[in-house]
């Protein structure tokens, strides 16, 4: 048992720190916001140069070699600036379905043009009536001579404006709730068949709401008659990035509260010396270390090979950290008072990355239901 | 102890609920069940067609143009209003401005300014806060200096709401530097189209426009628009705070609320059914309901003591309608979001008056759920931060 | 809409306070505990004397007229001092079923005694299945020439020990969890077949396990095939009545807790002074006035006509005040520290109180659970 | 970074659950699981067999007689005792006296006091607390007096937990009055057969006699009984104190409650189904499993940096253990209350020797929980209470 950062993981965080430091103060990043994008080519090619576009993929195809705690340390720097970039679509996910779901030969193809920072990936899962369920499907894909035509409408799909390509769900056979029938399909988001309306989202990411009309795939990821396996494997090694991104997040607006408390002066003194005040922080800070923990967990249970434990696992990481980032956003917005409801002002723009964090992929209270459905983490006896 | 309405009190309400299915439009209906305020100009038509009603202010008194009522009709009309839901009267001139001019201002100030009040001729706003008060409204900084029959006025205000309507401004003054903090201050009002004011929209984290900044840059204000007299302002803004006993419960502005929730969430599928379905979604809509049917007891307690106080003392309930009613609104905020899902995250100003779904981004009743959300957590912020009013009930009431 | 007492309800409840006030000392109650009854035969007649014991039975039966206002403010006097007598056993709910279900005969005969304080009353319902469902009844009734011949076991009746006659629920037809078939017979404690083991309730109150075999019903109570609204009647007006007690023993523990605040000191100055601690008192004091105002409520909803919509009211008063007590009575004894740990201390007392009332009929979560299932307080729209 | 346990880990924890599964008594076990507390005899029946297994003092270095594990084998060791559920080693004897006298004991004391310790041939009290001192501990007033080669005390301590069972007290006492508050205290050993000390049960709230007051009448202590140097007692209470790093929550202890609790939710009908079944209950459960599974990860993490500090000040993430380990621990307790229902109540002291469910008024398995609930509310009042942690916390690590 050892949470200490090896030699190479040190260097990792420091050189993301660094680089994120650099090119993501407030003024920058709403800079970015504003561009056509949405977020900075610049800083890309920069995660291109570090390795963080090819982190999980192994040495030989040119990546970086990163498990579950590289994505820990990436996702947490991430979480700490706020970062608009694509890289949990791309890298996490879209990283995750190559690994797992993809061709030697089209590993061979995608890998080097994603580690490079050329092809953008996104994930086109959510349709309007599934909510939180990956196997809600009504997207449907049909045979067509050695291809697949896909018909159905996606929303929601997080930066489904910039990606060059589309992971799609959809339904080869079966009924639109059933778990067996459903296929992974690559399709080109700029090719025939796919029409995309981009959109903000309230944290300020991109998202696209998709209409697929006999777009044709490009290829397959997985069993296209029972891909569900490989969706909730992505997806769970997604939610363990999201409890990084969410305990750097808690800890960058728990820091940035902190100072406020010692510095804005109410009643002439700081409010940080009122006693209420410091408990309401106090709890915020068990509720931070509590996710944290639970962060390691979860980067400990993304490679569980038991689908059944590893979904348990990332419903209980779902729900702790979920719960946490309410806690820690709601109240540092309530503990700065009004300047923190001003978007010019960082602390609100954290509380909302972790509000939309906290539902990715089904909010705490979606995966409590999901867990006691299940048993529990700990058996009876 | 009657704890019903009487006859007399159900009629009333009956002719309340017919008045506003009669009068108000589809339109500003539409937009409020979505989640978003009305528009400038639904807010106006609607203040008149009330002033032609001669409802425009629940609580004036007759002899100022108020309708006479009781408590227990201005409860009804408010709720009423708010369950409909449609514009409550505007605020800043029904309810603060107004019922201080009444209060202390001169028989030339009444007839100047309040018929225009009723009528929404005139937007008032408020000039209180300034950026570094926060809670602590009394250490104001923005000064006013009497320059023969003018003050004049160098400072700055901030969150003044809707100050980008607003025609006109009351404001709180340091006229008396040397003075202790709450002595030395003084209510005015003024002309927002004088020289030397600048308003800067302040954007909430939602993306609305709803506060601004407000700079004085040696603004001339006739000594005549003095409220009160010169140094004794405080008692202005004393009598103006703690005149609301119970406008924040919004008890009826909830129910809405929870009769919305509960068609979204019907409307929403979770789990192969409706998310109303959910046991544990229905249970915490069942206890903010049950937390608001306590609350409307608790406004009913309020209401029947108040008519019988004789001092103008704020009550300590009040600092229990603040806490719940935020608290309750706040939660609700918070569901309708859940219900929607992923489809209540597209940005979008919620207040734009041309609507930001047009590219069809997310169901119409999802929209813009999420901006509701983020943008009232103020609600536990402003008018006494619930930490404010916990240090109210712990002095004031329990004596700690 | 009045909330001010009439004279006459001054009158009651001053004169309540009164007798309590005199009667009821910490010592005084727990000499009662400790006495062969585990209450106090001197109190019991001097309720009788003041009409409390007569207070909702007609002025032409020899009763006091009073109505559920009345209840109320006997019932928050009785949470004031947690007094031990059989009155919620006897008067509330036995004298609801003699009112709502006796035969002019039977009232003529029991309605005097019950108001002279001659005649106990205790309710056996619970079952060891049955949990919090009125209607799970597996205790029989058999038709046996006129009479009912009553066979089954019930658990926690309260007062049961010192009861002279038993109200007891059998099933006459249908299965366990049936909603007819169920009636409701008085039995005589002291008869043959009837089996008693008294024993004290952890909040000091006393209660029996009742085995009935073969034991000969006395009279019959309501329709003995249906007889459920009747007990759902008579268990809705004692919710009414049990919101006054947790209102009355919430207000009791929370001045006590303020007073010992503004007077042990810590760290050199009273704990009062402390903020995290003065805002843990205002938000108790939300919660107590929040049940405050559900009591009236209670009150208001005891004579409600419709059924469905009483059964709902009530659902919401127990819990708000399920929710209230458990807070107030948590955060007293965690207020005071380890002196409310202390049996020799009262604040514990309250708490364990508030935590049974609680569960009488059912706690927080069940009714939250069934006001949820039949739709809540407010209508879609 | 690894996070696992090494396979000697794992391999050791079989070890341990091997050796509990084959010599706890079963009578032991079940009255544990009860929820009742082990009686004297069989805390000292367990207590030697782990001595005679040198397993007796897990935290105590080699040389002194414990069994020279690394941090990760003593929280093996203790988690596996805690679900098993079978006694810990007697925690004033192990980890509170012991170590104080192994840090700053004279050898002399060592050699008399150790082996006994272990052995549970003494049983160990603390006399820390008195009456009005509270969370204030260094406001202790009771007295010693050196005269020749004795103290004289005179005093009283309070919550002195099983003083009725012990044969010694270590007590904390004020030698020098005219000393500033945290200095002028010294730790005495006194023998409880000593003249002049009475022990008076405190009955707790539940009808439990677990704590006790102690009352010190012109007690002679023998000088050679002072553990360190006169004055400077509060370097061993702060020391003994800032000893508890991960004990507090109870991982192990809180993980054997859930499994109890998910066993009686499954024989207790709610709504004709197992209460187990009822999403509400089963959502409930399922929160304090996955804040559980936090607090281990929590406890791992301070295990593994306690490893690697060279000073010996208490780590911030004490208080979070502490606030999270008893909160998880009373909401066991409150939810095993609830799952029995009305059966929870009958009233009984749950650690009398003899039970108290003879008469049979209530099922086995329900009997007594609400006594237990009620007694674990003092969790978040001891060892420093909630309130306490967090000014800790607010004013040691975040600075305010």
Known sequence: MDFDLTEEQRLLQDSVARLLGNKYGFEQRKGYMKSADGWSREVWSQYAELGLLGLPFGEDEGGFGGGPVETLIVAEQIGRYITLEPWMSTVVIGGGFLRHGASQELRNELVPQVASGEMLLAFAQVERQSRYDLFDVATTAKKDGDGWVINGRKGYVVHGDSADRLIVTARTAGDRRERKGIGVFLVDAKGPGVERRGYRTVDGQRAAEVELSGARAVAVLGNPEDGLPLVDQVVDECIAALAGEAVGAMQAVHDMTIDYMKTRQQFGRPIGSFQALQHRAADMLVALEQSRSMSYFAAMSAAERNPVERRKAMAAVKVQIGRSARFVGQQSVQLHGGIAMTIEYAAGHYFKRLTVNDAMFGDADHYVRDLSETGGLVAAA | ?400
Chains 1, 3 share one sequence.
């Not at chain 2, 100022?64 to 408010?78: D, H, M, V």
């Not at chain 2, 939602?206 to 006739?222: A, C, L, M, R, S």
């Not at chain 2, 229990?320 to 219900?339: D, R």
């Open chain 2, 1 to 400: 102890m009657d704890l019903r309405f009487t006859d007399e009190e159900i009629a009333f309400r009956q002719e309340v609920r017919d008045f506003i299915a009669k009068e108000l439009p589809a339109e500003t209906r539409e937009r409020m069940v979505a989640g978003r305020s009305p528009t400038k100009q639904q807010v106006v038509d609607w203040q008149r067609k009330l002033n032609a009603r001669g409802w425009a202010a629940p609580e004036w008194p007759k002899e100022a143009g108020g309708p006479g009522w009781t408590l227990a009709q201005r409860y009804i009309f408010r709720e009423e209003l708010q369950q409909a839901p449609a514009p409550s009267p505007l605020g800043f001139n029904i309810n603060m401005c107004g019922p201080v001019i009444i209060e202390f201002g001169t028989e030339e100030q009444k007839r100047k300014y309040l018929p225009r009040m009723l009528n929404l001729d005139d937007w008032w706003c408020q000039g209180f806060s300034e950026p570094g008060a926060g809670s602590d409204l009394a250490g104001l900084k923005t000064r006013a200096v009497r320059e023969g029959d003018h003050y004049v006025v160098n400072g700055q205000k901030t969150w003044t709401t809707l100050a980008q309507h607003a025609d006109w401004i009351f404001l709180l003054v340091r006229t008396d530097p040397a003075a202790k903090k709450q002595e030395g201050i003084s209510f005015l009002l003024c002309d927002m189209k004088t020289p030397g004011i600048t308003v800067r929209p302040i954007i909430t984290i939602e993306g609305g426009h709803e506060v601004n900044e407000v700079f004085f840059d040696d603004v001339k204000i006739p000594a005549e628009n003095l409220v009160g007299e010169e140094n004794r302002g405080w008692d202005c803004a004393k009598f103006l705070l703690g005149n609301e006993r119970f406008g924040q419960a919004r008890v009826g502005a909830s129910r809405e609320r929870i009769r919305r929730l509960k068609v979204i969430a019907q409307e929403s599928m979770d789990g192969g059914r409706p998310l109303m379905e959910d046991p544990d979604f229905r249970r915490k809509v069942t206890e903010i309901e049950v937390e608001l049917k306590a609350l409307e007891m608790t406004v009913m307690r309020v209401i029947a003591t108040e008519s019988k106080r004789k001092d103008k003392k704020p009550d300590p309930a009040t600092s229990v309608l603040k806490i719940k009613g935020t608290e309750i609104q706040q939660m609700c905020s918070e569901l309708l979001m859940k219900a929607a899902g992923p489809y209540a995250w597209a940005d979008g100003d919620p207040d734009e008056e041309d609507g930001s779904n047009e590219v069809d981004v997310a169901p119409d009743w999802a929209f813009g759920l999420a901006g509701v959300y983020f943008n009232w957590r103020k609600q536990s912020i402003y008018g006494g931060s619930n930490e404010i009013q916990r240090n109210i009930m712990a002095k004031a009431f329990l004596g700690l």
